[in-house]
């Protein structure tokens, strides 16, 4: 047993490379918690204060030169990529060993015309590069995960699976686009699809548009995020969290519904009570067939 009560830690260690929010510091503890001693790699400018309970550094977007140094020094033999991550690195702040030198016009190309889905594969094989294995960060917090079904108090009546299975159409195409995960349908009809912007800033138009007369005021709406058809799964799963739960109110939205077993809901318990005190759903979808979901007939 170490001095502190927890069991031997492995020899070699998992990072943890940090973006925004919550989710870089619940994988973590979690990892913590199973016997890992977890050191995380924080993006400059995107990930959130981590406290110092964890060995971290604080590493530039595009200085793939400093991280993989960092993964030998450190021992790591496994990498959890999670956090958001605002904006790409621009071409003067990449900074790489002379051994990623053959992946440069992939990267240019990644960087210029490809989408989150293709950029996020190039960093995974740079990181493979350095002899390390990349995990989805489901490996680690399982439990995070969406479940199949409503885990609020409401559930989906049957307008709202119509809103659902054309918001589910909807994000599949943009996916396959490489474009974005989220989409939003009202009364059957697709309002808004998720770009560059983010969740946030789609609901935050949806917000506008009702309030402008371009959106009915009276009738409710549904946001779906899926996973990419083609996304690799160790990277950027969608999530939602108490502020999606909120933005999603204030879009005059009546739920939520996301990629049963594909994607997470952070902060649960919050989520639940947020959406609960809201009287909006919270629902795990099968992407394939979104309108078999059981539906609440009061609704």
Same mark, same amino acid.
């Given at each position: 047993?170490?001095?502190?009560?927890?069991?031997?830690? !492995?020899? %070699?260690?998992?990072?943890?490379?940090?973006?925004?929010?919550?989710?870089?510091?619940?994988?973590?503890?979690?990892?913590?918690?199973?016997?890992?001693?977890?050191?995380?790699?924080?993006? &400059?400018?995107?990930?959130?204060?981590? *406290? *110092?309970?964890?060995?971290?550094?604080? &590493?530039?977007?595009?200085?793939?030169?400093?991280?993989?140094?960092?993964?030998?020094?450190?021992?790591?033999? $496994?990498?959890?990529?999670?956090?958001?991550? !605002?904006?790409?690195?621009?071409?003067?702040?990449?900074?790489?060993?002379?051994?990623?030198?053959?992946?440069?016009?992939?990267?240019? $190309?990644?960087?210029?015309?490809?989408?989150?889905?293709?950029?996020?594969?190039?960093?995974?094989?740079?990181?493979?590069? %350095?002899?390390?294995?990349?995990?989805?960060?489901?490996?680690?917090?399982?439990?995070?995960?969406?479940?199949?079904?409503?885990?609020?108090?409401?559930?989906?009546?049957? !307008?709202?699976?119509?809103?659902?299975?054309?918001?589910?159409?909807?994000? !599949?195409?943009?996916?396959?686009?490489? #474009?974005?995960?989220?989409? &939003?349908?009202?009364?059957?009809?697709? #309002?808004?699809?998720?770009?560059?912007?983010?969740?946030?800033?789609?609901?935050?138009?949806? %917000?506008?548009?009702?309030?402008?007369?371009?959106?009915?005021?009276?009738?409710?709406?549904?946001?779906?995020?899926?996973?990419?058809?083609?996304?690799?799964?160790?990277?950027?799963?969608?999530?939602?969290? *108490?502020?999606?739960?909120?933005?999603?109110? &204030?879009?005059?939205?009546?739920?939520?519904?996301?990629?049963?077993?594909?994607?997470?809901?952070?902060?649960?318990?919050? #989520?639940?009570?947020?959406?609960?005190?809201?009287?909006?759903? #919270?629902?795990?979808?099968?992407?394939?067939?979104?309108?078999?979901?059981?539906?609440?007939?009061?609704?």
């Amino acid at each position: 047993m170490k001095p502190d009560g927890r069991s031997q830690r !492995n020899e %070699a260690r998992l990072a943890i490379i940090a973006g925004r929010g919550r989710l870089p510091l619940d994988i973590a503890r979690a990892a913590r918690d199973q016997g890992d001693d977890p050191f995380i790699i924080g993006l &400059v400018g995107e990930a959130n204060d981590i *406290p *110092p309970e964890f060995e971290q550094v604080s &590493v530039g977007l595009g200085d793939a030169a400093r991280i993989h140094a960092l993964l030998k020094e450190k021992k790591i033999d $496994r990498v959890v990529m999670s956090g958001g991550v !605002n904006r790409r690195p621009e071409l003067l702040e990449l900074r790489g060993p002379l051994r990623l030198v053959r992946f440069l016009p992939a990267i240019l $190309r990644a960087l210029s015309s490809g989408g989150d889905d293709k950029l996020l594969r190039m960093v995974i094989t740079i990181i493979e590069a %350095a002899g390390c294995r990349v995990v989805g960060a489901q490996e680690v917090v399982p439990g995070l995960l969406a479940e199949y079904g409503a885990i609020t108090q409401r559930k989906p009546g049957a !307008n709202d699976v119509k809103n659902i299975t054309a918001a589910c159409a909807a994000a !599949n195409a943009l996916g396959a686009l490489d #474009v974005g995960q989220g989409a &939003v349908a009202v009364g059957g009809r697709i #309002v808004a699809l998720e770009g560059a912007e983010g969740t946030d800033g789609m609901l935050a138009r949806v %917000a506008e548009m009702r309030a402008n007369g371009r959106i009915s005021a009276t009738r409710k709406g549904v946001l779906v995020k899926l996973c990419k058809p083609q996304q690799d799964l160790r990277a950027d799963l969608p999530s939602i969290g *108490p502020d999606t739960v909120r933005n999603a109110d &204030v879009a005059g939205l009546s739920g939520i519904a996301v990629d049963a077993g594909r994607a997470f809901v952070l902060e649960r318990e919050t #989520v639940i009570e947020e959406a609960d005190r809201r009287g909006l759903f #919270v629902v795990g979808i099968d992407r394939e067939n979104p309108a078999t979901l059981s539906t609440d007939s009061s609704t």
